[in-house]
């Protein structure tokens, strides 16, 4: 299968992806402050910078994106592997998945508590407030 862009098409597409402040993040960041929950953002001091720091929880919040950190649920569509270039993309998206693992056992490890959000999550917005709160809480 090949893909349904231009090289030019997918390298414009690629360099419009960002790393941080992307809606799902904020859609996070949002209803926690909506909730009366202060936090910092990307604190570079810790594994993995995570997306959302509660200092005096000790808790961490990572919003994932659905493909870049694929995503194990089988009824997510963001997650699918990409069935061209695979050479590139299985050892990309695994060497992510392996990093992520190891940032969330690295904070663990100094005490932190670490909740995973997933982009697709943030859709439902009383699940997602179901889910932060029964988190932030412990």
């Not at 005096?56 to 994106?65: E, L, N």
């Amino acid at each position: 299968m090949t893909d349904k862009l231009t090289s030019e098409q997918r390298s414009a597409n690629m360099r419009a992806i960002r790393s941080k402040d992307m809606t799902p993040e904020i859609a996070v960041r949002k209803m926690a402050h909506r909730l009366g929950y202060r936090f910092r953002l990307h604190r570079k001091d810790l594994p993995g910078k995570p997306d959302i720091v509660f200092p005096s929880r000790h808790a961490v919040i990572f919003v994932h994106g659905c493909f870049w950190h694929q995503y194990p649920d089988p009824n997510c569509k963001d997650a699918q592997m990409p069935k061209s270039n695979t050479d590139y993309w299985h050892p990309k998206l695994a060497r992510n998945q392996a990093r992520d693992v190891k940032n969330e056992e690295d904070l663990k490890v100094k005490g932190w508590r670490v909740l995973i959000i997933w982009e697709c999550q943030t859709k439902d917005e009383l699940t997602l407030e179901q889910h932060f709160l029964s988190f932030i809480t412990q």
